[in-house]
């Protein structure tokens, strides 16, 4: 296959073998069909909650819920990393991948999960998709099929990291001894997914074993939950920090700064701060002991440091470029910047959704503040700016920007511009009213939120604007899956044959004033110390029976 650009990484692309361009292209699809199914279900649920839709038993609509998180956190996720963790070993060995058939055999195992799923899911009593025992009751069949296919998602974890790590270390044998930062970065992501597949296997062996008879009922399942569930939440960040320093050189031909050296370092920091930090997740455990709510209210603090770290990396190093290219004023460098392309605006996107979920996230996980947040809408609220606005923006758009490279097409057509600002808009709407709701105790996981007329009215009106930024966002995020969908079949424009960015001297962007990005940081820290301080307020000011209780 002849590459129709000339950057760097469609040049590593076809360097491939056909059966392994075919693998990551095939992992891409599958990924786009999860999400576009668990983008159709979300958007019902949010409908229903706004009442502009009712499911024929209760049961259905928490059915519909459980699969929504299902394909939309485990599969879109866990595939669409899977298809960026083999175009990282692309990048960094240049040459055809290893172990190319564990890559198959993991998608396989993939689809099998998602059967699993989706058949334990409607069978049975309906689980939410923690799959906590004590809603099985009787019910065992079913909620063993929901527990196999968390296996079998495990299994698929293995099988699809390995051929990227084991292309990795072929890379450093073959090269200079030592990885790139990227290729670093990427081994170490590698890492944290096996990490992840045992964290699954842990959590659900028990639970396995308990539905077939061989066990008694896991005791210690909802603490499983909480690390498994705190590595998957974080794993998707480190890989979106490595998808913006995969596409930001495409781009603008900018490179860090800083150095690999340090660019490893803030890779590492993901190895220092993400375990450790879990214990955040337990504060709603009942007798918790008083130092673990101490240690983890400390280490919770620390949760932003490697992607604050990361996003100055990247920030401060297209500013300094832009500059170098003669950027003037305090936003030029932003001016100088290819705003022709829909990568660039997805990825601008993605970082102002970043600032405001990782504002919301502070909030959430004050020990004080998390019993009384935890079980309301303030949840997904905040949780959709960083599952939606920045992790599934940045994958697309890595999807997209490869595509012509695998064999598809990927023509860029103007309209297509304005979607991750309609996703954006929608998810401002969803957040906003859906953080406030939360602060006034609305529960998360209610169908419908009117209580048959007896909630406040004020539910009511922001359980609309929570159904109205989900139009939204469906409506953008439903129009770039399908546009990418398309292209990875072969439909649309082709692309247009392109260079990549000429690179400035490192020696004239390290002369360049960048500060940037530091402002944004600080900036940033006073939003969070803000809301903080307004979330704490405003609780003191409900009265206690407005206050979410503390299911998590």
Request: positive net charge.
């Amino acid at each position: 296959m002849t590459p129709n650009t000339h950057s760097s990484l469609s040049l590593s692309l076809a360097a491939l073998a056909p059966g392994d361009r075919r693998l990551i292209r095939s992992l891409f699809i599958a990924a786009l069909a999860a999400l576009a199914l668990g983008l159709l279900l979300g958007l019902w649920v949010a409908l229903a909650r706004a009442g502009w839709a009712r499911p024929d038993l209760p049961e259905t609509g928490y059915r519909l819920l459980t699969l929504h998180g299902v394909a939309v956190f485990f599969d879109w996720l866990t595939l669409a990393q899977a298809g960026l963790l083999l175009v990282l070993a692309a990048q960094e060995r240049k040459a055809p991948l290893s172990l190319a058939w564990m890559g198959w055999a993991g998608l396989v195992v993939m689809l099998v999960a998602f059967v699993l799923h989706l058949l334990g899911t409607l069978g049975g009593n309906p689980l939410l998709y923690d799959g906590s025992p004590e809603l099985v009751a009787d019910a065992r069949q079913g909620a063993l099929l929901f527990y196999l296919g968390y296996g079998a998602l495990a299994l698929g974890l293995v099988l699809l990291a390995l051929p990227g790590l084991a292309t990795l270390v072929k890379a450093r044998k073959a090269g200079s001894g030592s990885w790139t930062a990227l290729g670093f970065g990427a081994f170490a992501w590698a890492g944290l997914l096996l990490v992840s597949a045992i964290a699954l296997a842990n959590t659900f062996l028990p639970a396995i074993l308990w539905a077939v008879g061989l066990g008694g009922m896991p005791a210690d399942h909802a603490t499983l939950w909480h690390l498994l569930f705190h590595n998957m939440h974080y794993l998707p960040l480190l890989g979106t920090m490595l998808a913006w320093y995969l596409l930001l050189p495409e781009l603008t031909g900018a490179r860090s700064i800083f150095g690999s050296g340090f660019s490893k370092l803030v890779f590492c920091l993901y190895l220092v701060f993400v375990p450790p930090t879990s214990l955040y997740h337990m504060f709603l455990e009942p007798g918790l002991d008083p130092m673990v709510l101490v240690l983890g209210s400390l280490l919770s603090l620390f949760i932003g440091v490697p992607t604050i770290a990361a996003f100055l990396v990247v920030m401060t190093s297209l500013e300094a470029h832009g500059r170098a290219r003669g950027a003037r004023g305090g936003l030029g460098w932003l001016k100088s910047l290819d705003w022709s392309q829909t990568a660039t605006h997805a990825l601008a996107a993605a970082v102002i959704n970043l600032a405001l979920g990782g504002v919301l996230a502070f909030v959430l996980i004050q020990e004080k503040l998390a019993g009384l947040l935890s079980d309301t809408f303030f949840v997904p609220g905040y949780f959709h700016f960083m599952t939606l606005g920045v992790v599934t923006l940045s994958l697309l758009t890595v999807a997209e920007r490869i595509a012509p490279a695998l064999g598809g097409r990927g023509g860029s057509v103007a309209w297509a511009r304005y979607l991750p600002w309609l996703i954006t808009l929608g998810l401002f709407l969803f957040g906003v009213a859906g953080v406030v709701a939360g602060s006034q105790g609305m529960p998360r996981r209610v169908l419908d939120a009117s209580y048959e007329g007896l909630a406040p009215t004020s539910w009511i009106l922001l359980s609309w604007i929570i159904g109205i930024g989900a139009l939204l966002m469906a409506l953008g995020l439903g129009l770039m899956v399908a546009r990418i969908g398309a292209a990875y079949l072969g439909f649309g424009p082709k692309a247009l044959a392109t260079e990549q960015p000429q690179a400035v001297p490192e020696e004239l962007a390290l002369k360049q004033g960048a500060w940037g990005a530091s402002l944004a940081v600080a900036l940033l820290l006073t939003l969070i110390t803000a809301a903080t301080w307004g979330a704490f307020a405003l609780m003191r000011s409900l009265p206690v029976i407005a206050i979410g209780g503390a299911g998590h």
